[in-house]
């Protein structure tokens, strides 16, 4: 009797290369405060973040540089590290909660920089787990056997929903903390059937919403000519409710992913855990309880750019992962309350 062969393996997704982009100098507390009339000190002990980029001059609003400038220079930078030529990018996928225009979307005017035409694109519009979701997608994109090589790529402007000029003396908390939180930038990843560049293989990806019936932790407006006037605040937080709340998210994930790859704790070697705030990444990092795992963190020295954040940790993580080392990413979006996650493993 012959044996049955065994079933080929399914395409596994590799990270070839990460590009990132910040735009302009480092803005730190001390500036933020002055412009924006508050205390410094506030800044430190309540948010932690030490210094964080702003797409858009600061004293007089001027725009510098377009949610697409920020991707397409971080998406060069991931190509000339790779060594890919444009012409094998099979398809483009961007995360972003913050799009320059409702249309065209933005990830085609990225495309246009780039040079590329004649592939697909894809734009998912969510907070800080739409990079974690253009990943997932990807993967399973490259996973098909119809894709080889893909660009990945997460980011957001912030800033363009933050009056500076107007006074915040009478702001309520709820506003002012987004002034202070914030940040722009981008991040890309050249994606790959085979393990090439870096060769890091994506072990798994978790994506799932978990509001149903649970209030929005935070909301951003969108405003039309109809309502552009409305006295609406343009980004508010429930910041109690996400300080409480993801935490427990991100432990929840922590072990989730573990159970769904049949890791155990001591096997990471790194963990990149969300990137809310300087303070609050220490809070979550704490309550995950991983102390033999490296931790990889951006969030102080960047700010909470949203969607960048992934990609900028990633590219803290290639610098220092060797062959057979494992991390595992933690991401948790409270816009709606999206669980998010991602585990490597360098070849």
């Known amino acids: 009797m012959t044996q049955e062969a065994a079933a080929p393996a399914a395409p596994v997704a590799h990270i070839a290369s990460i590009g990132t982009a910040l735009p302009g100098d480092p803005v730190d507390n001390a500036t933020l405060a002055k412009v924006l009339g508050v205390n410094e000190e506030w800044i430190e002990v309540f948010i932690g973040t030490k210094t964080r980029h702003f797409a858009r001059d600061l004293a007089t609003g001027e725009v510098r540089w377009s949610l697409a400038d920020l991707c397409a220079s971080a998406a060069r930078k991931a ?3 790779d060594g890919v030529d444009a012409a094998d990018i099979d ?7 913050t799009p320059d225009t409702l249309m065209p979307a933005t990830v085609n005017n990225v495309a246009d920089q780039l040079g590329l ?10 907070g800080c787990a739409g990079a974690v979701q253009a990943l997932s997608v990807a993967q399973t994109m490259i996973a098909s056997g119809q894709y080889r090589t893909g660009l990945v790529i997460g980011g957001d402007v912030c800033s363009k929903h933050l009056d500076v ?3 915040l003396s009478g702001a309520a908390p709820s506003d002012l903390v987004n002034f202070v939180l914030f940040g722009d930038g981008a991040g890309a990843a050249v994606l790959t059937a085979e393990p090439v560049g870096q060769r890091v293989a994506v072990r798994h990806v978790l994506n799932r919403f ?8 935070q909301v951003i407006e969108w405003f039309g000519l ?9 980004l508010t937080e429930d910041y109690k409710a996400i300080e409480e709340g993801v935490p427990v ?5 922590l072990w989730e992913l573990l159970g769904e790859l049949d890791w155990d704790a001591d096997d990471l070697d790194y963990l990149l855990p969300p990137q ?3 303070r609050m990444t220490r809070k979550i990092t704490e309550e995950l309880g991983v102390p033999t795992a490296r931790e990889i963190s951006c969030v102080a020295d960047t700010g909470n750019n949203g969607n960048a954040l992934p990609f900028l940790q990633i590219a803290g993580l290639l610098e220092e992962m060797k062959a057979g080392e494992k991390a595992l990413a933690v991401a948790v979006e409270s816009s709606k309350w999206i669980k998010a996650g991602f585990a490597l493993e360098k070849i």
Do not use: N
């Open 79 to 81: 190509l000339d590290a």
């Open 91 to 97: 398809f483009i996928l961007l995360g972003t909660a």
């Open 117 to 126: 035409d004649q592939v697909p694109t894809f734009q998912l519009q969510s």
């Open 165 to 167: 000029q107007r006074d």
């Open 210 to 217: 978990t509001g149903l019936g649970r209030k929005a932790g």
């Open 226 to 234: 109809a309502d552009r006037y409305d006295d609406r605040q343009a």
């Open 249 to 253: 998210m991100a432990v929840e994930i």
């Open 276 to 278: 809310l705030s300087g």
